[in-house]
């Protein structure tokens, strides 16, 4: 309980004494917004602790270390110190053991860095660690023993073994007590780097009969409050006279050993004389057991006394080592001398890469000079072989430059191309100056993120297809294609027809375009007649923030299908009026009676026309151009041609498959127009009995179709019933009699009618006349005959006529 009360007061002391010691300075450093801060705090504080407040000392609100997401970062593996951002104070997180920390080096302190990002800062913090006195003086050895011959001299001086003390400062090692002092006096001494040692001097001759051992007590102080001590006991034993102690030629001894020397490397040789003779003048040595700790790292023979390296020995651990060697004869007479042994550093750790802070993706519209990331860079070497240099492998856009200590800040060195490569492995090299020199490689994997800075392109400046006339609305006509070398969102490539006019039309009534896929559909059938090709815009737009596009012509060409007939100019055909060419009897071979002028609206080798005479009256008498439609006599005109000839002339294109047209030329072979004005006035009358004609034959094949049918049903009516009878007869076990009806007979098939009739009907009023007349015409001209006012003649000098466009499919022959 009394400790605790102790402990608690020291505490309460110590965090007054922090309060008394606390203070914070700014030192400004090569890196942007940086200051240094100090703390002085004492061991063994509880986690929680407060050390400081470091927005206040730094000027810095608690918004700026929240957003700047503020953060510690060090190269140790223990973080003894925590930093609360919402409050901007700096606490302990980790027990802190100064003499596990530092040892006895003085004043003890640790370093780490407060990082801050958007923008960076850097700002060093130190911690002094301050003593409290929680460790007593401790021995290696619970109990020593000497051997004493009783001769010794007055003034013998014994070393005694040195006790430690982990406490630094006034907690530290103070003086030592022995007790009791009858025959020895203690002396105290100080080595060159603060450590005591104790001597026992013979102040009193030793008397072995009288007292063969003495029993000593050596108690060892340091200055803390409380005080505390250890203690060691010592047990002389008093041997018979030696008068002569071993005496070293040197009283320091200086050598020099380079770490990591293999075990049994010779250091240095030390040598002692004793001029007695005898086993009183053989001499060994030892070592001193005032540094036992470090005199572990060597052996020496106890015989030569050659010491040796028994240990592997680190610079970085220890730069100078210090220690005494014993030298003693048989009789126990001692002597001591001091060796000092420099330690010599090789390059034998390469250099540390820790990363601070990293980050990646970066965008590829990053200006020179971007902060991609912070490495701190250490090695334990000392000298040429911890000068560290660090350099980027390869050709990148990266460079690295140096801004605190050993903190290296990796920035872009040109502008980042995403399209050009994406992604960058970086490696960074440290290495340090000695010889070989030693490096380390560390590979940073930074992507490049992408922004829109790349329209979609078109293949080609312009597209060209060609589709047939007539298509199927919604048909597939042509792909275009761009490409967007983004990425994402930024190469989602749409489609958008532009806006024109074709035609005095919209463009979206004649073609669409996929959005997604580009491909261009027709909306219409289109006809190559109306429209020969169709020319417009289609633009490609890009998915970024702010879209990019390009722009390509459509060209789409119509090809022609042979869908049009030709259609006849002239002759004009009619159904008021008759037209005839007049050619008269004296025509010679070759007369040109007419021509017949057609047109196909069709383009190419569907428009190339061909004539040929399908039917004439007389067709040894005419004859039609195979190419230009003309219609010419092949023989001389005679007087036994009929004066009424009729010419079928039929139209053809050169398409596939073809398509034609026929037209009907009235040629009247006559001198006169008398002549031909009677022909064709009793052609009219034939026309209107023609008329009347076809239509009774159309009335009388229906009601023949009636009777038909009619049978037809009465037949299959009598065939069931007849079924019917059977059937009932059959199950009734009667005698079966066929019945006929009356007059009934069956025609198997051929129907119900046993006879053909065929009728002809011929009427006349007169035998010496013809069903036609020609007149004889003097001139070649044209006859138009209206029959509403017979006798009516009209004389056109034209080669234009009207005519009936149809030619009746019936033949019926009429005598007048």
């Known amino acids: 309980m009394a400790f605790g009360v102790e402990h608690r007061d020291r505490v309460v002391r110590w965090r007054m004494r922090l309060t008394a010691s606390l203070f914070v300075f700014h030192v400004l450093f090569l890196y942007r917004a940086e200051a240094q801060i100090r703390y002085s705090i004492p061991e063994e504080l509880k986690t929680g602790s407060l050390v400081g407040n470091v927005a206040q000392d730094l000027g810095l609100d608690l918004k700026r270390l929240r957003s700047g997401r503020a953060r510690i970062v060090t190269g140790e593996s223990i973080q003894y110190t925590e930093l609360e951002t919402d409050k901007g104070t700096l606490v302990v997180n980790e027990r802190i053991d100064r003499e596990q920390l530092c040892g006895d080096l003085t004043p003890c302190s640790f370093t780490f860095e407060i990082l801050l990002e958007k923008p960076m800062e850097l700002h060093p913090v130190t911690i002094e660690v301050l003593d409290v006195n929680d460790n007593a003086p401790t021995f290696q050895n619970s109990h020593l023993e000497f051997e004493i011959s009783e001769s010794a001299a007055l003034g013998s001086r014994f070393v005694l073994e040195s006790a430690e003390d982990a406490d630094v400062g006034q907690n530290s090692l103070q003086n030592y007590i022995l007790t009791p002092t009858d025959n020895f006096v203690l002396k105290e001494y100080v080595n060159p780097d603060g450590s005591k040692y ?118 970085e651990k220890d730069k100078k080592i210090e220690f005494r060697v014993e030298a003693k004869d048989q009789g ?53 072989n911890g000068q560290v240099r660090c350099t980027i492998e390869g050709s990148v856009p990266f460079k690295i430059k140096s801004n605190v200590r050993n903190y290296y800040t990796l920035i872009t060195d040109a502008a980042l191309d995403r399209e050009s490569l994406s992604e960058f492995n970086i490696t960074v090299i440290a290495s340090d100056a000695g010889s070989p020199p030693l490096s380390t490689r560390k590979t940073f994997n930074l992507k490049v993120s992408d922004v829109n800075d790349n329209s979609p392109k078109f293949p080609r400046n312009f597209y060209t297809a060609w589709i047939e006339e007539n298509n199927s609305p919604g048909l597939s006509v042509m792909t275009v294609n761009a490409k967007d070398p983004d990425e994402n969102q930024n190469a989602c490539v749409s489609y958008i027809l532009e806006e024109c006019e074709i035609n005095g039309s919209p463009v979206s009534e004649y073609v669409s375009v996929n959005a997604e896929s580009g491909v261009v559909h027709a909306v219409r059938s289109f006809d190559y007649e109306q429209i020969k090709q169709l020319s417009f815009t289609v633009k490609a737009q890009d998915g970024g923030s702010l879209p990019l596009s390009s722009n390509v012509t459509v060209k789409i060409m119509i090809q022609d299908q042979n869908d049009n007939p030709p259609q006849v100019l002239y002759p004009v055909q009619t159904g008021g009026s008759l037209v005839a060419e007049m050619v008269p009897r004296s025509a010679d071979v070759g007369y ?85 004005l009677s022909e064709f006035t009793e052609l009219t009358h034939d026309k209107e009995y023609n008329d009347n004609l076809t239509f009774y034959l159309v009335l009388a094949l229906a009601v023949v179709s009636f009777l038909f049918i009619t049978c037809l049903v009465v037949i299959i009516s009598v065939k069931i019933y007849r079924w019917r009878q059977s059937r009932i007869l059959y199950h009734s076990n009667l005698p079966v009699i066929p019945y006929y009806p009356p007059r ?62 149809r030619e009746s499919p019936l033949e019926v022959c009429h005598f007048l």
């Open 198 to 315: 104790a001597e026992m001097v013979l102040q009193k001759p030793l008397d072995r009969e009288a007292q063969s051992r003495l029993s000593l007590k050596l108690l060892a102080v340091d200055g803390g409050n409380p005080q505390k001590s250890g203690t060691v006991n010592i047990e002389i034993n008093v041997l018979d006279a030696n008068d002569n102690a071993p005496v070293f030629n040197q009283s320091l001894y200086k050598a020099a050993v380079i770490e990591n020397a293999p075990k049994g490397t010779h250091v240095v040789t030390v040598n002692a004389s004793d001029i007695d003779t005898g086993s009183n003048g053989k001499v060994s040595y030892y070592f001193s057991k005032s540094k036992a700790g470090i005199a572990d790292l060597f052996d020496i023979d106890e015989a030569t006394g050659r010491i040796y390296v028994a240990k592997e020995i680190d610079f």
């Open 332 to 384: 126990g007479l001692i002597d001591s001398s001091k060796v000092e042994i420099e330690v010599l550093d090789i390059n034998d750790n390469a250099p540390i890469i820790n990363v601070m802070s990293f980050t990646s993706p970066v965008s590829e519209d990053s200006a020179p000079g971007t902060t991609v990331g912070i490495i701190n860079v250490k090695d334990l070497d000392s000298g040429e």
């Open 592 to 676: 040109l009676v007419t021509k017949v002028v057609a047109v196909d609206v069709d383009s190419g080798q569907n428009a190339w026309l061909s004539y040929k005479l399908q039917k004439a009256t007389d067709r040894a008498l005419f004859e039609v151009g195979l190419q230009n439609g003309e219609i010419r006599t092949i023989r001389q005109v005679t007087d036994k041609d009929a004066v009424k000839q009729r010419l079928t002339v039929i139209v053809e294109d050169n398409g596939q498959p073809s398509r034609s047209a026929t037209v009907i030329v009235n040629v009247a072979v006559a001198d006169s127009f008398p002549e031909v």
């Open 744 to 805: 009934y007979s069956d025609t198997l098939g051929t129907g119900t009618l046993p006879h053909v009739y065929n009728y002809e009907v011929c009427r006349t009023t007169d035998s010496r006349k013809s069903d036609c007349k020609f007149g004889r015409a003097g001139s070649q001209n044209v006859l138009i005959m209206d029959p509403n006012s017979t006798g009516t003649m009209q004389r056109i000098q034209s080669e234009k006529s009207i005519l009936d466009e």
